[in-house]
């Protein structure tokens, strides 16, 4: 990771999806069916973290359950963001905080790419570090890179509760620039297993999961049955530390 964060060049354009992205994001609510889950993991003064916050689905739905606690919406992307902070403010959210970061496991920059989809709209949803990995168009970004460790101690975080983390392959970057706040915070973690973003990120499943589990943490189905998973698989998995397993 090298050189300085340079301007994004889709900054301020009005593309074709831009409103259909906007209105999704401020009046429509995705993954309801996760509230029984997380009901359960983040309480009224939560700490969490939403890593790869998107267009803020998830962190609206944090917001609400952690009403007297303070969330903190990580999203490198500069169009992603543009979305989110209007959602987060049309929504009345006041206790989320938006930043403007990526998380990996050394502080830096990178190239964030964004693909291009034929109507011109872009695919924000699958932007990722690194290079552009399949066919078609696509636009880049210079984005600021930090690990989870030096967040943690940025913001002075007094606790963590819970961390989302889907940020197309970096996850296992993210835990390997973190494992001080994990030792220290034992929060629960929902976290994308795929194999070939993984790869892209320089890890596995495989490794990732294995990771995990050295530092104490056992998974679980990341949906609202929470079955104990033996096993590495792909998908959304719910770390909990062996202190708080089920």
Do not use: C
């Not at 007297?68 to 543009?82: C, D, K, N, T």
């Not at 976290?191 to 973003?197: A, L, R, T």
């Amino acid at each position: 990771m090298a050189g300085g964060p340079a301007v994004s060049p889709y900054r301020g354009r009005i593309t074709a999806g831009l409103f259909a992205h906007l209105f999704k994001a401020v009046f429509k609510q995705h993954h309801r069916d996760m509230l029984p889950l997380l009901r359960r993991l983040v309480p009224a003064d939560a700490v969490v973290l939403d890593v790869g916050a998107h267009a803020g689905q998830y962190a609206k739905l944090f917001a609400r359950l952690a009403r007297l606690g303070r969330v903190y919406a990580i999203e490198p992307q500069s169009y992603a963001r543009r979305i989110l902070r209007t959602a987060i403010r049309l929504n009345r959210l006041h206790n989320v905080e938006i930043l403007p970061l990526a998380l990996g496991s050394a502080p830096g920059t990178a190239t964030l790419t964004i693909p291009v989809k034929r109507s011109g709209s872009y695919g924000f949803g699958l932007a990722h570090l690194g290079p552009q990995t399949r066919a078609g168009a696509a636009e880049t970004e210079t984005v600021e890179v930090t690990t989870l460790d030096a967040l943690a101690a940025r913001l002075s975080l007094p606790r963590l509760d819970f961390i989302k983390a889907d940020i197309e392959g970096w996850e296992q970057a993210m835990v390997e620039g973190g494992r001080q706040t994990l030792m220290r915070f034992r929060p629960a973690l929902l976290i994308e297993f795929n194999e070939q973003h993984l790869m892209r990120g320089g890890g596995s499943v495989a490794s990732l999961w294995r990771m995990l589990s050295e530092l104490g943490y056992r998974a679980y189905s990341g949906d609202p049955g929470m079955a104990p998973l033996d096993r590495p698989r792909e998908g959304d998995v719910l770390w909990l530390a062996h202190e708080r397993a089920l």
